[in-house]
């Protein structure tokens, strides 16, 4: 797994960093991860732990999407 310095943070002092990504503003120690437990302080630098990897996937019929002209039964 290749690191990928995250966005989103600024230093706090003390090889700490604060968290900016979502409404718990976590103030992480170096070597600790964040309430999200994504985001590492690895020497006073956030990383993401999860860069490139997929959230999410679903196949949905085509029946559910508010589209048109598209063939029943297949897939979006």
Known sequence: MELHQAKFWDKAGHSKVHCQLCRFRCVIADGRRGRC???????????????????????DPIEKKPLYHFHPGSSS
């Open 37 to 59: 437990g994504v985001r590492e302080n690895r020497g006073g630098i956030l990383y993401s732990l999860v860069y490139g990897q997929t959230i999410a996937e679903n196949v």
